[in-house]
Structure formats: structure tokens, C-alpha cells
């Protein structure tokens, strides 16, 4: 169905209800090219739930994938360095 847009801002309301009702996408145009289309919503589920179930778990998602000696702020290196780097900047100030 085609209807121009004057005539849909005329009959806005009556025109949704027969959308829903019909299920049928109404073009609407402004000097004889199209400019929108009103149609039925395309699923009445939120997009998130249209996802469930097309993920898979491979492997274990808990535990960490590096260990805490990967990591210089668990060992203490990275704050050393960090107060060497300040002290350095201080005497440079002087």
C-alpha cells in the first residue's frame, strides 16, 4: 500500500491500527518518492534474547589465563620502579 504524506498525517492513527492488525507495510511518499515506510515491528522479542543459545563455552571462562607472575603490579617490580622514576624527577627539580 502507497499513500502520500499528507494523506498519512491525516489519517496517522487509523493507519497504524491497520498495520497492526494486517500486518501490511504502508509506503508513504512526498511528490511521488518514497521517504518512509511504516511497517509491523520485525520481532517482538528484545535483540538480545534473539542471541540465546547461539553462543558455545570452549574451555574454562573462570580461572585467569595469565598467572599473578605475569603480572608486575603482583609482584611488586612495577612499584619499585614507579617510586625510582619519582625520586628521579624530584632530584632533576632541584
Same mark, same amino acid.
Given at each position: 500500500?502507497? *499513500?502520500? !504524506? ?19 507495510? *504502508? ?7 518514497? @521517504? ?7 520481532? +517482538? ?6 542471541? +540465546?543459545?547461539? !553462543?558455545?563455552?570452549?574451555? $574454562? *571462562? @573462570?580461572?585467569?589465563?595469565?598467572? $599473578?607472575? $605475569?603480572? $608486575? ?9 614507579? !617510586?625510582? !622514576? ?9
Amino acid at each position: 500500500m502507497t *499513500i502520500t !504524506a499528507s494523506e498519512f498525517k491525516a489519517k496517522c492513527l487509523s493507519l497504524m491500527e491497520h498495520v497492526r492488525k494486517s500486518g501490511e507495510s *504502508i509506503s508513504i511518499t512526498k511528490r511521488g518518492v518514497e @521517504v518512509a515506510c511504516l511497517g509491523p515491528p520485525k520481532s +517482538k522479542e528484545k535483540p538480545w534474547q534473539r542471541l +540465546k543459545g547461539s !553462543a558455545q563455552v570452549l574451555g $574454562d *571462562i @573462570v580461572s585467569p589465563l595469565l598467572g $599473578d607472575e $605475569d603480572f $608486575d603490579a603482583f609482584t611488586g617490580h612495577e612499584l619499585k620502579h614507579r !617510586a625510582k !622514576a619519582k625520586r628521579l624527577r624530584q632530584k632533576r627539580r632541584r
